[in-house]
């Protein structure tokens, strides 16, 4: 029985398992922009120890990417790259591919929305270390893409060691993504993740075998992956699909599925109203 | 067929289920101090590498909680809040709310009853990131109740970073807690952890769906959650009952029963014998 | 039905899970260190973003032992042991147990040979945590059984905050060793791990029980471990055995079995040509 989510703005049949996009709540770049400058001005004024903070990374700047761009060269740097390099790195990126700004918005907006835990924009931006493992990780996406691909991989090392999240620079994310906890996430050289995917801390998207070729799965449009979920080898998990934690997935799963186990058997099969 | 724990001094039927309490064998915390310095000023004749480590840590302070104060403080520094900033806070912290010391104090023992790895104090206190982590979340969980919820969050995160853990800020924890290893542990915005809890890495104690009211575990005195166990859900793990490595619970457990798989079943019903 | 791996050179009956020996594709270590000197020559002068980072930690070095040595003492810097000091500890750990050197290269051809995304060694040596890790516990290991405990134990904590991989001072590994992805990895005091293991990210050698003696596994030449894989207790995985993501393994598993589930249960009995 399928019971479309029906949001005013919005077509009846919208469901996240179709792929990003604004929502009537969602807000503009600028929106956002002003509504982070808002949330950072109030907690200044709130919260004096962390005033010297919020200017540097968030007050100071003039623009949502120059404050994304800080926060996250500052989290990067390290003896490999410094802080200075880094950011250079990433104004050349946001600027080859505004596209990465625009996944990051979507991917606010995603914690925003999924995260019951997250009700300010700058908490995302700041403190969720998935959220900027994901940013990261669509910046040394980008350079394995134009061939940087030593620079890619020690980015790729240096967001393992910050925020243990382990992403090959190879793997495509969609928009939209929820990376909830991080801890031990691993994704694998050619997994394809969706848009509007959520995966809890310790999710793996691993290969089998060693050939060449497609080694990693490839996770659907709104899926929601629990904690500690593997899905190895090249499997599908269909667009809306949900896997319990501690689950482990070896074979394909239609869509609005939901399977349980090690290894991962269907408890529900697809139904929309999921 | 019970059979309580009989050690002289204590009551023939108490039990680590019952809630934490000092044992015959417990240290006070001048006792305790004195020991760690003793420890400590015996490892930096030992071993001259560690002495300036040890006199900075531990030996050039005039109190426990002095040591415990710089020891956190040096962990959590970052770009975020200075150690200058997080002396002051946790000495406040400390001031206003001294039953956090004495929590300190009964997780030290708690080590060092229950882990086979620990045989000195100096060991939990300044080697053990489980031990740091969760004093790291009562100072956190301490502001969270006064209000100063960014606080909080700017300090969960740093403790996410920095030790692998992450642990809501609003989460209640009671005493003689052991987080072994640590990696990887997750613990959501209501749940409750009894006194005398062990975990191993990896535990999750997790959501389900999105509501308000109480969505997280609660978890009875005496438990242990083994390694990778996630527990989901407004479910109870009664007192004293024990969770095999990998298991997934999403139902209630009784006191003193032993659990394991995905989804858990009970393999053994209560007995404090256990 | 047994099927060897025929590689010329190498007698037709050896397999990895004899243990670890030099393939005829592997190199001596001048040879590995002059193309480790390549690759970073050649990656700095195409990614001159990288250059002074591998002129500090390869090109400005005169041998391997060097190079490895600046390295890991830059990584596991800290508060508790600057890097100047882990250069000495390093440099005398080398001269006095030179194997460990050895071992270094032989778990670099590890990663080469087993890990589809290493194809350089250069990426394994400056990028990998699990390598990285691996290494470091080699040392702590080496000063563990000088009786300077202390000091290992120190080592084995810095090593857990900076790669999230806990592995006892104890413990004893062979040759070979690849730890991918390696956060989460936890490997109790009493473990022994035999050479061209393989393990994946969140994989346990852990304790069950609290007395003396042996209360970790043993795990043969040539076992795969998958991701989140528990081994628990006093048991034994033999030579050459596979055990799924996820699994629990709580008793003995034979040579060149194939074995997953919670507990893990038997899907194949052992063959060579696994």
Redesign the interface.
């Known amino acids: 029985v399928m019971q479309p989510i029906s949001i005013p703005g919005v077509p009846d049949d919208y469901h996240p398992s179709q792929g990003w996009r604004p929502l009537p709540h969602h807000l503009s770049k600028q929106e956002i922009w002003q509504r982070i400058r808002q949330e950072a001005k109030a907690?200044a004024d709130?919260?004096p120890?962390?005033a010297s903070?919020l200017y540097?990374s968030i007050l100071g700047h003039s623009s949502f990417e120059k404050s994304l761009n800080f926060i996250l060269a500052?989290k990067l740097a390290s003896?490999?790259?410094y802080s200075t390099?880094l950011v250079k790195?990433i104004e050349d990126c946001f600027k080859e591919e505004p596209s990465i700004v625009e996944a990051a918005l979507a991917d606010m907006q995603a914690c925003f929305d999924?995260d019951?835990?997250c009700d300010?924009y700058t908490?995302c931006l700041?403190?969720?270390?998935g959220f900027q493992a994901i940013q990261c990780h669509r910046i040394a996406h980008h350079l394995w893409g134009k061939g940087?691909k030593?620079?890619a991989?020690?980015l790729?090392?240096r967001i393992?060691?910050?925020?243990?999240v382990?992403i090959?620079p190879a793997a495509t994310f969609g928009r939209g993504i929820l990376l909830d906890?991080a801890?031990?996430v691993?994704v694998?050289?050619t997994a394809v993740v969706g848009d509007n995917v959520s995966m809890?801390?310790?999710v793996?998207l691993?290969?089998s075998g060693?050939g060449k070729g497609i080694?990693h799965p490839t996770i659907g449009h709104g899926v929601l992956l629990?904690?500690?979920v593997?899905v190895?080898g090249n499997v599908t998990v269909g667009c809306g699909a949900k896997v319990?934690?501690?689950?482990?997935v070896v074979s394909d799963l239609p869509c609005h599925s939901v399977a349980?186990?090690?290894?991962a058997r269907i408890v529900k099969q697809g139904s929309r109203s999921e």
Not at 126 to 129: A, G, I, R, S, V
């Open positions: 907690d709130a919260e120890t962390l903070f540097s500052n003896p490999t790259l390099q790195i999924r019951p835990a300010k908490q700041l403190y969720f270390k940087r030593m620079l991989v020690a790729q090392s393992s060691e910050a925020f243990h382990d090959h906890h801890t031990g691993v694998g050289e809890l801390h310790h793996t691993g290969g060693t080694r629990g904690a500690g593997s190895l319990g934690a501690g689950s482990v349980v186990g090690v290894p």
